[in-house]
């Protein structure tokens, strides 16, 4: 491969990985560039909402001549066609690839590639399918209902749920009280192929930012569709590209609910292991401490913001921020204590963020888990200048991708009568935080 295609395929890596899409990622082995994984998390408001669907990028030795082989991971093992364009076997169909004038041009690039999956992950997927653009007649309606469902639960069940499960360590399906179901293995069955997993930390943390948005589309599917309930075959369906199985809405609920669990007492026990690691008097220990420190000492300085920080029990690896809401705004009053659980493998792991005091805000979620998202990873001052700033920021551009209270983001951006109930609700819920 020719030096100028690695600068390129190196240069739009790098453009994806500091842009502000929330919705993709992107990452290589140092050792070689032409190889890379990406993962794009479901829009919102489609039946792949928040779910984590992972990719392969080969570059050839002509790109950008030549458009890259894309292939898809998150399959159900090879067993689950996610879309029309998105095959059972892994293999992605584009339109660069089809009609005429819709070729492959060197003017585009990986991100492109990723915007144009994601756009095939539709409201409507049925749409998809060549012939079924303009599907109008009432069995045609009742197939793209029948469609959609089928998608969302496979997105929770095999995107989201098992590829969790993969990274915890959790039994497929084992969880008290509820029948294993016939799950077939996805993520773990890849995994043991492919040790290589970029997005383990990242899926975590987007795990703990959509835990409600997930379990109110497991409750609200859960009426619709009863537990056994056979998915509906597609006319465009075959033998050996099919979407098959059963709604299990039940399972999934005490399955995500496994998971939740898990990663809260994952993060609390970053507690016990970074105190070991200040007895070993290892860098990373002093380094935090380092960091505290001069944090603590910039804000003394800083008349704008009004905040105390402290390191719970002496432990450089937990911290209490206690924030002050600044006067003539909707915070005014109150005190929020906010805890941030630090790995000692930072910042190749990043904090969780955890509000101890409740508060009703379209960042925050109903369990107090807070959506925000550092400049720099690996600087702590960073994540502290963020969480301040997804707090108070009074009028913030509209992205679903960080609205981790459905209620409240809701009511934020709905019409002027819903604005202000939710402006009382943050203020009642700022009012309390004084008294808790």
Same mark, same amino acid.
């Given at each position: 491969?020719s030096n100028?295609?690695i600068l390129?395929?190196?240069?739009?890596?790098?453009?994806?990985q500091?842009?502000?899409d929330?919705s993709l990622a992107?990452a290589?082995?140092?050792?070689?560039?032409?190889?890379v994984r990406?993962?794009?998390i479901g829009p919102?408001?489609?039946p792949y909402?928040?779910?984590?669907?992972e990719f392969?990028v080969k570059?050839?030795?002509?790109?950008?001549?030549?458009a890259?082989?894309?292939t898809?991971?998150?399959?159900?093992?090879?067993?689950t066609?996610?879309?029309p364009?998105?095959? !059972?076997?892994?293999?992605v169909?584009?339109t660069w690839?089809g009609e005429?004038g819709?070729?492959? !041009?060197s +003017?585009?690039g990986?991100e492109?590639?990723?915007i144009?999956i994601?756009?095939?992950?539709?409201q409507?997927?049925?749409?998809?399918?060549?012939g079924?653009e303009?599907a109008?007649?009432?069995?045609d309606?009742?197939?793209?209902?029948a469609y959609?469902a089928k998608?969302?639960?496979?997105?929770l069940?095999?995107?989201?749920?098992e590829?969790?499960e993969?990274?915890l360590?959790i039994?497929?399906?084992r969880?008290?009280g509820v029948a294993v179901?016939? +799950?077939e293995?996805?993520y773990q !069955?890849? +995994?043991?192929?492919?040790p290589?997993e970029p997005?383990?930390?990242?899926?975590?943390?987007?795990?703990l930012?959509y835990y409600q948005s997930?379990?109110i !589309?497991i409750?609200?599917?859960a009426?619709?569709?009863?537990?056994g309930d056979?998915?509906?075959k597609?006319?465009f369906?075959?033998?050996?590209?099919i979407?098959?199985?059963?709604?299990?809405y039940?399972s999934l609920?005490?399955?995500m609910e496994?998971?939740?669990?898990?990663?809260?007492?994952e993060?609390?026990?970053?507690?016990d292991?970074g105190?070991?690691?200040?007895?070993?008097e290892?860098?990373i +220990?002093?380094?935090l401490q380092r960091q505290?420190?001069?944090?603590?000492e910039?804000?003394?300085?800083?008349d704008a913001?009004?905040?105390d920080?402290?390191?719970?029990d002496?432990?450089?690896?937990?911290?209490r921020?206690?924030?002050f809401g600044?006067?003539m705004?909707?915070?005014?009053g109150?005190m929020?204590?906010i805890?941030?659980?630090?790995s000692?493998?930072f910042?190749d792991?990043?904090?969780?963020?955890k509000?101890e005091?409740p508060?009703f805000?379209?960042?925050?979620s109903?369990?107090g888990?807070?959506?925000y998202?550092p400049?720099r990873?690996?600087?702590m001052r960073s994540?502290i200048?963020?969480?301040?700033?997804?707090?108070?920021?009074?009028?913030?551009?509209y992205d679903?991708?960080t609205l981790?209270n459905?209620?409240a983001a809701?009511?934020?951006?709905?019409?002027?009568?819903?604005?202000?109930?939710?402006?009382r609700?943050?203020?009642?819920?700022?009012q309390?935080s004084a008294?808790?």
């Open positions: 491969m100028q295609s390129r395929i190196t240069r739009e890596l790098s453009e994806i500091r842009g502000s929330l992107v290589c082995r140092d050792i070689d560039v032409r190889h990406a993962l794009i919102p408001d489609t909402e928040f779910g984590f669907f392969t570059f050839t030795r002509d790109y950008p001549t030549k890259p082989a894309v898809a991971i998150t399959t159900n093992g090879g067993r066609r996610f879309g364009n998105l095959y !059972s076997g892994g293999r169909c584009l690839r005429r819709e070729e492959w !041009s +003017a585009q990986l492109s590639i990723l144009s994601q756009s095939l992950m539709s409507n997927p049925y749409e998809n399918e060549p079924f303009d109008k007649s009432d069995y309606k009742k197939n793209q209902e959609v998608i969302r639960h496979e997105t069940r095999i995107s989201v749920i590829r969790l993969g990274y360590g039994e497929r399906g969880v008290p179901e016939t +799950a293995e996805d !069955s890849n +995994a043991s192929d492919t290589f997005f383990k930390d990242l899926c975590k943390r987007r795990f930012w997930y379990m !589309s409750e609200t599917e009426k619709k569709h009863k537990d056979r998915f509906e597609m006319p369906e075959g033998p050996v590209n979407m098959e199985g059963t709604f299990q039940s609920k005490t399955r496994v998971i939740y669990d898990k990663l809260e007492k993060a609390m026990s970053w507690a292991e105190l070991a690691a200040v007895k070993k290892m860098s +220990a002093s380094n505290f420190e001069q944090i603590v910039n804000y003394k300085k800083n913001v009004t905040l920080l402290e390191l719970v002496k432990n450089p690896f937990v911290w921020l206690v924030l600044r006067p705004t909707n915070l005014d109150g929020f204590r805890l941030i659980y630090i000692p493998k910042p792991i990043l904090p969780r963020v509000f005091t508060i805000h379209h960042r925050v109903p369990t888990v807070l959506c998202e400049t990873k690996d600087d994540h200048e963020a969480i301040i700033e997804a707090i108070e920021e009074e009028s913030p551009a679903p991708r981790v459905p209620e809701k009511l934020f951006w709905g019409p002027p009568e819903d604005k202000k109930i939710y402006n609700k943050l203020r009642r819920s700022v309390d008294e808790y």
